[in-house]
């Protein structure tokens, strides 16, 4: 079953965008895939554990975008009510994020779902992470790190397409890649707010030598994704 790990070059980049396109496309397709955000932050805590994330929330969106349906509970894994930082929001709860207890939820919910999958059919679960690459999600633990805890899985590194995307995906990669590992795609989520450098950014990206290609996901138009998804369930990578 592929696993693709969706991050992002910071908070309110698109990734959410990006996962609910990558999901809608898939099932439109006719492929089997789940999509999970294991741990966020600013929604209400629900009285007891639930197996539909409350109306609203990121994982709300990705579990409608995706052909199959999850029942393990809880739903977000962690679901911490303050719209800060995933470390800071869950130890005002009590709470700390453990990384190895994301992966086994993942792996749960997997298991939960196979059943509803033809034998030679494959499915996909995309995982949304918290924030950025390297967010805090636990004392020495990062959003990397639960990237790489839920290996195999391939990554897709979302930038937002605004002024600054240069600088921020260039700095992301590098430290990325001074940690071993780099993300197999790269997607620029439409700009919440467009400036004279949206729309050229993937070119200048190219251009730079900074990452080649790069994925264009605009705001109302979904077929930016068409090639990248055709290129993952193909195993290849764009060109």
């Known amino acids: 079953m592929p696993r693709v790990v969706v991050l992002g070059c910071g908070t309110g980049v698109g ?3 990006v996962c609910v396109a990558l999901l809608q496309q898939l099932a439109r397709i006719g492929q089997a895939c789940i999509g999970l955000k294991p741990i966020e932050s600013g929604i209400a805590a629900q009285d007891s554990p639930c197996p539909q994330p409350p109306p609203g929330s990121d994982a709300s969106a990705l579990a409608e975008a995706g ?5 393990t509970e809880p739903h977000p894994l962690y679901a911490l009510a303050r719209p800060i930082s995933p470390h800071l929001a869950a130890r005002e709860m009590g709470l700390e994020i453990a990384p190895e207890a994301v992966v086994r939820w993942v792996a749960s919910v997997e298991h939960d779902v196979t059943p509803l999958v033809a034998s030679d059919m494959a499915f996909w679960t995309i995982i949304e992470t918290a924030g950025g690459v390297f967010s805090p999600l636990s004392r020495g633990a990062t959003n990397l790190d639960l990237a790489r805890a839920l290996e195999p899985a391939i990554w897709i590194l979302v930038a937002g397409d605004s002024l600054g995307v240069l600088h921020e995906v260039s700095a992301t990669l590098q ?3 001074a ?5 197999e795609h790269v997607v620029l989520s439409a700009a919440r707010e467009p400036d004279a450098s949206t729309g050229s950014n993937a070119a200048e990206l190219e251009a730079l030598g900074i990452v080649t290609p790069t ?5 109302d138009d979904d077929r930016g994704v068409q090639s990248l998804v055709k290129c993952l369930v193909a195993g290849e990578r764009p060109t």
């Not at 052909?67 to 029942?71: A, D, G, I, M, Q």
């Not at 940690?179 to 993300?183: D, F, I, L, V, Y």
């Not at 994925?215 to 705001?219: A, N, S």
């Open 179 to 183: 940690h071993g590992r780099t993300p």
């Open 175 to 177: 430290a990325m890649r």
């Open 215 to 219: 994925t264009v996901l605009e705001r």
């Open 15 to 17: 990734k959410t965008r």
């Open 67 to 71: 052909s199959l349906h999850v029942t």
